[in-house]
């Protein structure tokens, strides 16, 4: 088994596509663990105590089940490549034949009811109308397509892989603020039992309290079930199968952050212009377009004359014995040319098909280029209204504690109501929320946008 551990940023998508194809097992960093035994899936791994988010994309590269189609559709095509590199190489064979017969019915003289012959002959295309260079170019562009199909479905993977983590992070997050929401209402109920028993306040403070506890737990029961189907929902697009043993319900600790640290700086015009050179769809398509020139070139060559050497010995039958000792050999050589003159317009027909197949791919290349356009706007505009509210939702945070802090501070002197620290209570929780949901916007909205110029992960 290759393993092949380094530096991710320093990783070309072409050598991680190359490691990925010959079955090696790639890991983000030293200490991340290969997941592959002899080029395949190891199906015993476990659930790791830990999860960050390169052990995940690490995870993915070996495992995602669209990443492993991806890599056999490139082994698929070398096959084809062999396949077809085959007319550029000689062709050897055997053939036999034996016989027996009734000697009334002989035509040897004298009258003979044995014959045989044994021969070996190779065979060389010397002209096929430039068709055969023209298929050996076309599927190697095609291979060349399928690499690069590669690399944009690793692009796809990786972004989906961080969207269902920074998921998971993000329930987990709620699932703390519903936590501090709960504590902090039971402990207001306390204090308005605690008044009433005093007599400082009435029963109508204690009903009001129970009722925003009991209102408070149902967001907590959803944010816990959230986080479940966070976690499930990432193991599928890590393709984790094992669940076995242990397996089964054991959960991980998550460890990431959804932190919004520096505001992004991408121009648009220049990120449209980037995309356009980087993507590996428009880049496949490009190579699509180039097989399909040569697939015209292969259907214009069933209109030119075949040529074909070949060498051939035989070994037959040569006296009246049947034996092999009583034998005649000897060589044969020459070409075998073919020229359909007229084959019913079938070879024009094809033209026709190679020549649409072509312009239907370059009409593809156009719709791609500006379908990737609009991309790069739709995730710029997006990157930049998450950072937007980002911006908003820490000043909001700030604001609703000392909001909640004053509230507090006001209802022990009795200045302010129970409801004041209530409504205050519940304006926290939604900021933190607003706040956990902007980090989560904006992390996915920036691997989105790397994603639509054709960057590769930034753990790469």
């Not at 697009?237 to 520096?262: C, I, R």
């Not at 060559?301 to 034996?323: E, H, I, L, M, N």
């Not at 075998?336 to 009409?363: C, E, H, M, N, P």
């Amino acid at each position: 088994m290759i393993i092949s551990q380094f530096p991710m940023k320093t990783c070309s998508y072409a050598l991680l596509a190359a490691l990925l194809l010959s079955g090696a097992s790639v890991s983000l960093a030293a200490d991340t663990p290969p997941f592959q035994r002899d080029g395949q899936p190891d199906p015993n791994y476990e659930v790791p105590d830990e999860l960050n988010l390169a052990y995940a994309l690490s995870f993915a590269l070996d495992n995602n089940y669209a990443i492993r189609q991806a890599q056999e559709r490139i082994r698929e095509q070398e096959g084809v490549i062999l396949e077809v590199r085959s007319a550029q190489i000689p062709k050897v064979s055997a053939s036999g034949d034996f016989s027996g017969n009734d000697k009334e019915v002989s035509s040897a003289m004298p009258a003979q009811n044995r014959d045989w012959g044994v021969g070996v002959q190779a065979t060389q295309v010397v002209y096929a109308g430039g068709g055969v260079q023209a298929s050996v170019r076309g599927s190697s562009l095609i291979r060349d397509a399928a690499a690069l199909e590669l690399q944009a479905v690793i692009n796809e993977q990786l972004l989906l892989v961080r969207t269902r983590f920074y998921s998971v992070l993000l329930a987990q997050q709620r699932i703390s603020v519903q936590e501090e929401n709960v504590k902090l209402l039971e402990e207001q109920m306390k204090d308005a039992r605690n008044r009433f028993e005093a007599g400082a306040t009435s029963n109508f403070e204690v009903l009001r309290a129970e009722v925003a506890l009991a209102n408070g737990r149902p967001a907590l029961i959803t944010a816990r079930n959230a986080l479940r189907v966070a976690i499930m929902e990432l193991r599928q697009v890590l393709g984790f199968t094992n669940s076995s043993g242990s397996n089964a319900n054991k959960v991980p600790e998550f460890v990431g952050s959804l932190e919004a640290t520096a505001k992004p700086e991408y121009e648009l015009i220049s990120a449209m212009a980037l995309a356009r050179s980087q993507r590996p769809e428009l880049q496949r398509l490009g190579k699509l377009e180039s097989a399909g020139e040569q697939q015209v070139v292969v259907s214009r060559a069933g209109a030119r004359p075949q040529v074909a050497a070949f060498g051939r010995y035989d070994w037959v039958r040569g006296g009246p014995s049947s034996g092999w000792n009583d034998r005649r050999d000897g060589w044969t050589a020459g070409l075998q040319a073919q020229w359909d003159i007229f084959d019913g317009r079938a070879t024009a027909g094809r033209v026709v098909q190679a020549k649409s197949r072509l312009l239907q791919t370059k009409l593809a290349v156009e719709e791609a280029s500006l379908a990737i356009d609009i991309e790069v706007r739709r995730a710029h505009s997006a990157l930049t209204e998450a950072w937007e509210l980002v911006e908003a939702s820490g000043k909001v945070v700030e604001q609703a504690n000392e909001a909640l802090r004053l509230a507090n501070v006001r209802y022990g002197a009795g200045t302010a109501t129970q409801l004041d620290v209530l409504t205050s209570q519940v304006a926290l929780t939604d900021a933190r929320l607003n706040q956990l949901v902007a980090g989560f916007n904006y992390n996915v909205a920036l691997a989105a946008m790397r994603k639509a110029l054709g960057e590769a992960d930034p753990l790469l």
